[in-house]
């Protein structure tokens, strides 16, 4: 005989008893919506995309096989570049060029990333890398090269003010002078910032039933920022806004729009604040497709600061759930394939964007502030059209 573990039993009576209009268990709500309205199933961008915010690494891990299938899902998709945000520095950087360069460096470009700890172990930050003598003019060095081998921008992973240590046990601050000179290189190459910080206003919250994203802080924990170990999402957030403000010739793009797309109108104020800043939508369209008219108005607004991004790589269908945002009306819709959805209990709503915007989004703005997006953009026009 199956033992049924305390789990599963609970989870079976209480599908049993919901069967009968009694209690039913959160994680067992499944509600099949009964809405009948216009549905607009769109295969592919109105018109070509660029991507700034793709894991080529971090998502296939060097599968060529993978690769293949996501060029070909590109090329169905409209989607001319892409951006990889894995390029790291030194021997990763190598292995990531040949990787995506060998067959395809007209359709993707890679932005670096700093190497904070280099070899030392987790439990010994007096040894990283980030503390030795020189480091940032070592690093700043480093992406002057790497520009010099085709490297257009710098990646800045979470951990920056969320997990990376001094040598005390405190947490590297974002805006320690100490990397101003990291800051300072990638305005002088033209290398745009993508620099990612905080997380979700849910994420620095209490796990309890307030939590509007307790469903997935339950299943994921380890994504809670909740606690006097960590920084304020506030005191994050004006960090990064004061590296911003000290560094006007540095492009910086605010990843998942700036991270505070629960916001937007204190978005806006800092799209108003600092000229050097940009923004992207990579795993947010659940956010921004939940307030639709707020976010129209808002994307309009800033159109000319706008990226289009999406975090994938991901199934197809997920891509086909951003056009299905950004370019029709439709009502209530799902904005990811996976059941339950990641990101939130909830559906969105299109911004039916007016097509000159689109095109900024989609691939403008692009071109003009990541150096070798036009050109790839270029080429892929020119053999889409011979096409």
Known sequence: MIALS?????????QESANDGGELLLRDFRPKQQLVVKEHLLTK?????????????????????????????????????CVSLDGKLG???????????????????????????????????????????????RTADELERAAERGVCGLKVFKRFGLGYKNPDGTLVEID???????WAKCGELGLPVIIHTADPAAFFEPIDRYNERW????????????????????????????????????????????????????????????????????SRIAELGRQPYTARDFLIRYQDRLLFGTDGPWPELRFQLYWRFFETRDESFPYSEKVPPP??????????????????????????????VKERLEKYRSKTNDE
């Open 91 to 137: 021997r990763q950087l190598d292995e990531h060029r040949e990787y995506l360069w060998t067959r395809y460096r007209d359709r993707f470009a890679i932005f670096a990333n700093v190497d904070w700890q280099g070899n030392a172990p987790d439990d010994a930050p007096h040894l990283w890398a980030c503390h030795q003598p020189g480091f940032a003019r």
């Open 45 to 81: 961008a109105s018109q070509p995309v660029v991507d700034v915010h793709i894991h080529m690494h971090y998502r296939l891990r060097g599968s060529r096989e993978a690769l293949e299938d996501f060029v070909g899902l590109m090329d169905r998709n409209n989607i001319a570049v």
């Open 215 to 282: 469903e997935e802080l339950s299943r994921h924990p380890d994504w809670s920022f909740y606690g006097d170990q960590f920084p304020s999402r506030k005191a994050l957030l004006d960090a990064r806004n004061r590296v911003i403000e000290r560094h006007p010739k540095t492009q910086f793009i605010g990843a998942h729009v700036a991270n505070n797309s629960e916001d937007l109108r204190t978005v806006s104020r800092w799209l108003d604040r600092y000229p050097n800043l940009w923004i992207e939508p990579a």
């Open 343 to 372: 990101q939130g209990m909830w559906s969105i709503y299109g911004v039916d964007l007016p097509d000159d915007v689109l095109k900024k989004l989609y691939h403008e703005n692009a071109a003009k502030l990541i150096p070798g």
């Open 176 to 182: 320690d002078p100490r990397w101003d000179p990291i």
């Open 6 to 14: 305390w789990y599963c039993i609970q989870s079976l009576a209480a």
